[in-house]
């Protein structure tokens, strides 16, 4: 499956963005996704997962309650809904996918996300 991100962007802190990831060229239902996120100088990060038929959510602790994932499989697209940002959520945001397990921090040190999209840069000033 190929993973299409966009959305990010500059905002002041408190502000709001959507990202979108799109997908093609499988089944986009039958995989779980995730987003992850890699700030300068700083090991990539779990944020959130979506399982398969969007049923069961999980977030990062430091995300909880401002961002919000969600997938629309007649689309083939995952979204991450970014609110009450902070300086610290800067980063490149990366949508991943796995047929076999939801992404999660565990999963992806050991390997086990088959398929990552190409980043999209989200800026938060302060």
């Known amino acids: 499956v190929q993973l299409q991100a966009s959305g990010g962007g500059l905002v002041q802190a408190g502000g709001s963005l959507r990202l979108s990831c799109a997908a093609s060229?499988?089944?986009?239902?039958?995989?779980?996704m995730g987003w992850f996120r890699q700030a300068p100088g700083k090991e990539r990060e779990f944020v959130a997962s979506?399982?398969?038929?969007?049923?069961?959510?999980n977030y990062e602790d430091s995300v909880k309650g401002r961002f919000t994932i969600s997938r629309d499989n007649t689309k083939s697209t995952v979204y991450l809904q970014m609110n009450s940002l902070k300086p610290e959520d800067t980063a490149v945001y990366y949508c991943?996918?796995?047929?076999?397990?939801?992404?999660?921090?565990?999963?992806?040190?050991?390997?086990?996300?088959?398929?990552w999209g190409q980043g999209t840069q989200v800026t938060v000033s302060s």
């Open positions: 991943a996918a796995d047929y076999r397990t939801v992404p999660s921090a565990s999963s992806a040190r050991r390997g086990f996300v088959g398929y």
């Open positions: 060229g499988r089944t986009f239902s039958n995989y779980a």
């Open positions: 979506i399982t398969w038929s969007g049923g069961s959510t």
